[in-house]
């Protein structure tokens, strides 16, 4: 499975991004995704998850209300739209991808099989 995370760039506090993950696999569907973002000097932090069966989703709390995740598995795609974002947004994020379809564990970096190769927001103030 490859993942191709795209959409990251500068804007301002306040702004909107839409983030888009393109997989590779014909069985995208199955999935479970997650988007997960490291700042500088940071470690990685779970954001949010969608499952691959019932396409529950399930945010950390710093986004919920803010960020949205969704999937069109006709495109083998999933994306993330981040609004009203604030510079503590500011990170690299990445998509991942679970084979099982859903865990208990959704917010566990070892819980995802496979990683896209990050994309950089950053939010000004």
């Known amino acids: 499975v490859q993942l191709q995370a795209s959409g990251g760039g500068l804007v301002q506090a306040g702004g909107s991004l839409r983030l888009s993950c393109a997989a590779s696999?014909?069985?995208?569907?199955?999935?479970?995704m997650g988007w997960f973002r490291q700042a500088p000097g940071k470690e990685r932090e779970f954001v949010a998850h969608?499952?691959?069966?019932?396409?529950?989703?399930f945010y950390a709390d710093s986004v919920k209300g803010r960020f949205t995740i969704s999937r069109d598995n006709a495109k083998n795609t999933v994306y993330l739209q981040m609004n009203s974002l604030k510079p503590e947004d500011t990170a690299v994020y990445y998509c991942?991808?679970?084979?099982?379809?859903?865990?208990?564990?959704?917010?566990?970096?070892?819980?995802?099989?496979?990683w896209g190769q990050g994309t950089q927001v950053t939010v000004s103030s």
């Open positions: 991942a991808a679970d084979l099982s379809g859903s865990s208990s564990y959704k917010g566990m970096i070892s819980t995802y099989d496979y």
């Open positions: 696999g014909r069985t995208f569907s199955r999935y479970a």
């Open positions: 969608i499952s691959g069966n019932d396409g529950s989703k």
